[in-house]
């Protein structure tokens, strides 16, 4: 059998070349996705950067430690405390001691404000915007003096440049420039005295020690030039050292980076990119297996005039089945290995993307790991095989005169074993979304299962395929069919009549569809939910908010507004709480600080039982997510800086979105700043002299005024840029490799029907007429395969929307019909060019000489 085995393989050389390509591809894929998920399992471990150069640092601990029955949890506090200046005396005593304050700084001349969103080069944090200290503490962290001088007396700066040499063309600020500053204190001209090295971490702007004292008076880490065992005695001699809260740590060594900002943001990076990259490599393992075993399936499909002489010649099913998975593996070897080899080229470059793109961070890059070739390997044989068993059970079952008098046409009804798998496929589907929508509607607006949930329903059509390309051939073709001419007549028998051929090419593009459709489609509903949701929730005429997560506006700005007649005003303070769940996690919920009596004048938030109007400085608003949500319980909680509070559930609001958060009172948020400003106009209000004093106080500090709406539109409706450009990667993969799938699969199905183009040559047709009908079958089987792709898209977005529904978010579905015809189209055009380029091969061969060919 093995002598025939590699005879049938020499014969067929373009239906095992197609599959050792789909396999390759696939291989190579996983074996990529496979060597950039190991490259995240380890982020790099640099030394200090902010404090590198200080021997000791006393600063407020930023993380909350509580003991629990199964060991120490732990959490990042929103609002740390500050060093108290009473401890700050004391340690003087020790030794020199420098100052350190951190506040929010930007830009608003043009040439400077994208260079404080991180647009210059020197690493600014991601929507962080610039920060300022006070200049006497850069002695103790890497920046120098590159030119110019220390700034010496109120309203001048010092700033950070990529270099002396670039100060001008990419940072364009130089030594004397005039530049308007946004400080917590309003905005104000600044000038430029010198400029230091930009760093990685931040983007500095250093001040006077008086003139950051004033703008940001809290003390938030210590330099301190003494004995660090001295230092320790002094800070538990305080009683303020780190415990279950949040108390004083005292840094030394390697420790120091703890003080650094964002300490942990490459190992988080990476958590992100390690999500996203496993969400890539399932998907690419399910669009192998899905493919492969369509075009295993077909492979087997074409040759059972071939198994049926076989069997004829005195072949055995036991000899038909060992000689299919013979093949198998003879094929799916070589394809393993070359799809391995394709996948370490390819890693490096999709390495570079992300870190190009954002997705990854900067240094990302591929390390030298080899157990994902293994893993890709071993899985590129485990996949060959999984598509062989249902084929070859088929085509050991060909009987030798059923065989050849049903070679031409697929009319054999579907086997029970098909159909209750497919049942049972298709029921898993939709019962896991039921159950989804009965039990926690919000899981079904989470990425990982919008993006899983397809999959069974793709599989469930996919295995009722016979039954299904029948009618929705002769639905697409209905038209065409009664059109003068014979091309779509017959576009329409063949496809009917061929249904393996039309379901194989229909595959890819089910998938592709249905992905596409899926993905696009759920981000974008979910996308115009929050949208509507925070636009209903709000009934503020203007609402004005800090840029960046860790802005604030300017005081002036808050008191301007705040003093305009006719209005209510709601400034309000981003914070997080914390809570010890089942006495085991600790769970973090973020939350705002507001005044509950001006929340209520310009809110309408989703009450579900109690009161916002009760909240007080005991009391807690919060959402039915919360294990402990009955109006009246008290829960126990950690404030944004880490102190220890019992508060009173006076309200509890629906969940929605994930959106809907919790409320204190500013009294539980101490070190949190007004980043949100809410004005709504009250009845007999002049509105256009309440326009003029908002847009002057916001000119007069530098402050972006909003309308409800526009705020609405420039907040909410979109993606962030690596979300974006994350799912852009996962389709990405999907369609690239569905694409060449799709083209692949016609090119055997065309191969093999030389003999059948030759004998409509034979009856009279023109090489053109046979083209046209060649690019038609292959239509109608793009629109089959889109019919069915749209049907698993609507089947989930519908689940989405009733998962709204039950989240009380009235919102539309976004079906992205351009992105989606966009793909359609793309899809259509390949199958056409894959479809007619080997038929227009073969018509160039005399029809006498090809008619024999036919099977």
Excluded at 207 to 229: G, K, M, N, W, Y
Excluded at 553 to 564: C, D, E, K, S, Y
Aim: proline share 6%; glycine share 10%.
């Amino acid at each position: 059998m093995l002598r025939l085995t590699l005879q049938g393989l020499r014969a067929r050389w373009v239906t095992f070349t197609g599959s050792l390509v789909a396999l390759a591809l696939g291989v190579g894929l996983i074996a990529a996705t496979g060597l950039a998920l190991a490259a995240t399992f380890e982020a790099p471990h640099p030394g200090p950067e902010r404090f590198a150069a200080a021997p000791v640092v006393v600063r407020a601990s930023d993380t909350l430690r509580v003991n629990t029955p199964i060991g120490e949890r732990t959490q990042r506090l929103a609002d740390p405390r500050a060093v108290p200046d009473s401890l700050a005396a004391e340690l003087a005593r020790l030794g020199r001691t420098v100052e350190d304050r951190t506040f929010p700084v930007s830009f608003t001349d043009a040439s400077l404000g994208g260079r404080a969103e991180g647009a210059d080069g020197g690493g600014a944090r991601e929507g962080g915007g610039a920060v300022g200290h006070p200049w006497s503490v850069a002695a103790a962290t890497p920046y120098r003096l590159t030119d110019g001088r220390a700034p010496a007396a109120p309203g001048e700066i010092v700033v950070a440049v990529a270099s002396r040499s670039q100060s001008r063309a990419d940072d364009g600020v130089e030594i004397g420039d005039r530049v308007r500053v946004v400080t917590p204190a309003g905005a104000s001209s600044r000038t430029v005295v010198g400029t230091v090295g930009a760093t990685d971490f931040e983007t500095a702007v250093f001040f006077t020690d008086a003139e950051a004292a004033q703008l940001s008076p809290r003390i938030d880490a210590l330099v301190v030039h003494a004995d660090a065992a001295a230092v320790r005695r002094a800070v538990r001699a305080t009683g303020t050292g780190t415990g279950s809260g949040a108390g004083l740590e005292v840094l030394t060594g390697d420790g120091r980076r703890a003080a650094d900002p964002d300490p942990d943001r490459d190992s988080e990076a990476l958590v992100a990119v390690n999500a996203l990259l496993g969400t890539a490599a399932g998907i690419t393992c399910f669009v192998s297996l899905f493919v492969v075993a369509s075009t295993f399936a077909f492979a087997v499909a074409q040759r059972r005039r071939e198994f049926g002489l076989l069997r004829t010649a005195g072949a055995t099913p036991r000899q038909i089945r060992r000689t299919v998975f013979a093949e198998a593996i003879l094929v799916a070897v070589p394809a393993s290995a070359f799809g391995c080899l394709l996948g370490g080229l390819g890693a490096p470059p999709l390495a570079a993307w992300m870190a190009d793109s954002g997705i990854a961070p900067s240094w990302f890059a591929i390390g030298d790991q080899t157990w994902p070739l293994h893993t890709a390997f071993w899985t590129g044989l485990c996949v060959a095989m999984a598509g062989v068993p249902a084929s070859s059970w088929r085509a050991g079952r060909i009987k030798p005169t059923e065989a050849l008098r049903e070679a031409a046409v697929d009319n054999r009804a579907m086997p029970p074993s098909r159909w209750l798998l497919g049942a049972l496929v298709l029921l898993a589907g939709l019962g896991l979304l039921a159950w989804s929508l009965a039990t926690d509607p919000g899981e079904a607006l989470k990425r990982k299962t919008y993006i899983t949930r397809p999959m069974l329903l793709i599989v469930g059509f996919a295995l009722y395929a016979p039954v299904l390309v029948p009618p929705l051939v002769r639905l697409v073709t209905w038209l065409p069919a009664r059109l003068p001419g014979a091309t779509g007549l017959l576009a329409r028998e063949n496809a009917a009549t061929g249904v393996r051929r039309t379901a194989a090419v229909a595959a890819p593009v089910l998938i592709t569809v249905a992905l596409a459709a899926s993905l696009l489609g759920t981000t974008a509903t979910i996308n115009e939910a929050k949208a509507t949701e925070a636009a209903a929730q709000t009934t503020a005429d203007y609402v004005v908010a800090a840029p960046g997560e860790d802005g604030a506006l300017p005081a002036p700005f808050v008191a301007r507004v705040r003093g305009i007649p006719g209005t209510d005003v709601s400034a309000s303070r981003t914070t997080a709480v914390t809570v010890l769940e089942e006495g085991v996690a600790l769970v973090r919920s973020e939350a705002r600080a507001v005044d509950p009596a001006d929340l209520v004048a310009v809110s309408r938030l989703p009450v579900a039982s109690g009161r916002v109007a009760d909240l007080d400085d005991g009391g807690i608003v919060v959402n039915e997510e919360w294990r402990t949500h009955t109006v009246g319980q008290r829960v126990r909680v950690w404030l944004g800086d880490g102190r220890e509070a019992t508060l009173r559930i006076v309200a509890v609001l629906r969940t929605g979105t994930g959106s809907n958060g919790v409320y204190v009172t500013p009294r539980n948020a101490p070190g949190a700043t007004v980043d949100r400003v809410d004005v709504k106009l009250r009845d007999g209000a002049d509105a256009a002299a309440v326009d003029t004093a908002l847009r002057e106080a916001g000119r007069a500090t530098e402050t972006t005024v909003l309308t409800k709406d526009a705020w609405t539109a420039l907040s909410h409706p979109r993606s962030s840029e690596s979300t974006r450009l994350g799912m852009l990667l996962i389709l990405g993969i999907a369609l690239l490799y569905t694409g060449i799938a799709l083209a692949n699969i016609l090119v055997m199905a065309t191969s093999d029907r030389v003999g059948d183009l030759a004998v409509l040559r034979l009856a009279g047709a023109t090489g053109p007429q046979v083209l046209r009908l060649v690019a038609a079958e292959a239509l109608v089987a793009v629109a089959v395969g889109s019919l069915l792709g749209a049907a698993v898209a609507g089947l989930n977005l519908l689940g989405v929307r009733g998962a709204l529904a039950l989240l009380s978010v009235r919102s539309p579905l976004v079906v992205p019909l351009g992105s989606v015809g966009a793909m359609v189209a793309a899809s259509a055009v390949l199958a056409v060019l894959a479809a007619v380029v080997p038929a227009l091969t073969a018509l160039r061969t005399r029809p006498v000489a090809l008619a024999g060919t036919r099977e």
